[in-house]
């Protein structure tokens, strides 16, 4: 259970917000807890998470392992801060500053070879689901931003299947849409990787999860945990969501 902060939180709210959420998520062993703050926000974050379960990620880093590269961050900088997971190709990655799969590719191999877990995110866009192009979406993804890993990197991502026209419209997928498209991804992960490896991949769903709607949605076989944005803000909300895996 992830929760992503995107660009909210300052390093004290980052800490008032651990001040509430630690004695909640106390004693938790059904799931993985991680939260992903800004990167300015990661040392309050992991100063705060340190003796709980929960664990700290980055929401993006970039291919190189330093240079001459302004504005960005990469793997070995965000294990070297505490991080042990971190997002890769979210969609507003891939809306705002065009990234694309070959990058995708790069910069998943780069979070493994620093150490850290990745979790991809794939999903198609609205116009792309009307047009019947859902499945055709995320098989390129799939092929551009995950096939090429080896088996033994493959075994250490995580995929997180976000429609982009469920993201902070209110307008979740219902379970069945959601479990359909793991399915898909299931299957080209089993193409590629084998039945093993696609048995064991952790496919987390996002798009408006909240308190109300998490429960049908874990109920699925096919859905391994969610990605959360704007529930994952408060504690007392993100709690309801962890305590549904
Ligand atoms: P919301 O939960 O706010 O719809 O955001 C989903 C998301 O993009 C998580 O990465």
């Not at 992991?46 to 330093?66: D, S």
């Not at 850290?116 to 551009?144: H, M, Y």
């Not at 479990?179 to 093993?196: M, N, P, Q, W, Y």
């Amino acid at each position: 259970m992830a929760g992503n902060w995107k660009m909210y939180k300052t390093g004290q709210e980052t800490t008032a917000f651990f001040a509430g959420f630690n004695p909640l998520v106390a004693g938790t062993a059904n799931c993985d807890v991680v939260i992903c703050p800004t990167f300015l926000s990661i040392p309050a974050a992991v100063a705060a998470a340190r003796g709980t379960v929960t664990q700290i990620g980055g929401q993006n880093l970039f291919w190189a392992k330093e240079g001459a590269y302004t504005g960005e961050v990469c793997g070995e900088m965000l294990v070297a801060a505490g991080c042990q997971w971190v997002l890769v190709a979210h969609s507003e990655r891939r809306q705002y500053f065009n990234e694309s799969d070959a990058e995708t590719l790069k910069k998943t191999q780069a979070a493994l070879a620093a150490g850290l877990n990745p979790i991809v995110c794939v999903g198609e866009k609205l116009d792309e689901r009307k047009g019947g192009k859902t499945e055709q979406v995320l098989i390129e993804q799939f092929a551009g931003g995950l096939a090429g890993l080896t088996e033994e990197q493959f075994s250490k991502v995580a995929i997180a299947y976000e429609p982009v026209w469920a993201i902070g419209t209110g307008q979740t997928a219902t379970p069945a849409i959601a479990a359909d498209a793991h399915g898909l991804i299931r299957s080209e992960a089993e193409k590629r990787f084998g039945k093993e490896a696609a048995a064991a991949l952790r496919i987390l769903y996002g798009g408006s999860v909240k308190p109300d709607n998490v429960e049908r949605l874990m109920k699925e076989e096919q859905i391994d945990g969610a990605l959360v944005g704007g529930a994952s803000l408060d504690p007392q909300t993100f709690i309801k969501i962890v305590k549904a895996a």
